[in-house]
């Protein structure tokens, strides 16, 4: 049981990595302009238009909370206990709010094909990212059991 669960680990680590770093989606604009952006990618263009409030929100949620989270469970398959802080209480809450970037994403691309102004089409990065959240949700214990070992069944 373990081994699976590390394995699921590096599967979500991977999943992660590709999902931050491919394209997201693909949109195309008057059949001459299309742009391919990944999460790495749509920061950085923020950030140097001048938009780095935006930048920092979407960093924090997008990049440093996935990796935070699968950084707890690494620690946790290590035999020690969630760190019993806010953090570690506040996780298995947060959990559910992970699939909230793919959700945005699809949203946009709903709007960009409903405007007849643009085509949008998702690109692998957003599978990847989508992957990796709901692997790390699985291996995250239930609000119900946060602060108990889940696999003792206490």
């Known amino acids: 049981m373990a081994i699976r669960r590390w394995l699921l680990i590096v599967a979500a ?4 990595t590709l999902g931050l770093a491919l394209p997201i989606m693909r949109l195309d604009r008057l059949y001459f302009f299309s742009e391919t952006p990944s999460i790495f990618g749509l920061l950085g263009g923020l950030w140097s238009a ?6 920092m929100l979407i960093g924090l949620f997008s ?3 996935p990796i935070t989270k699968l950084g707890l469970i690494a620690w946790r398959e290590t035999g020690r206990q969630m760190p019993g802080g806010r953090l570690g209480r ?3 809450h947060l959990s559910k709010w992970s699939m909230i ?3 945005l ?3 946009a691309i709903f709007a960009a094909k409903s405007s007849g102004l643009a085509s949008a089409m998702v690109q692998p990065g957003l599978w990847f990212y989508a992957a990796s959240a709901l692997i790390v949700g699985w291996l995250l214990p239930a609000p119900s ?4 070992d889940p ?3 206490a």
């Open 50 to 55: 001048g938009e780095w409030p935006l930048a």
């Open 105 to 107: 994403v699809a949203i």
């Open 145 to 148: 059991a946060a602060g108990k």
């Open 90 to 92: 506040a996780l298995p």
């Open 151 to 153: 696999d003792s069944g």
């Open 101 to 103: 970037d793919v959700m």
């Open 63 to 65: 990049v440093i909370f």
């Open 13 to 16: 680590a991977i999943s992660l």
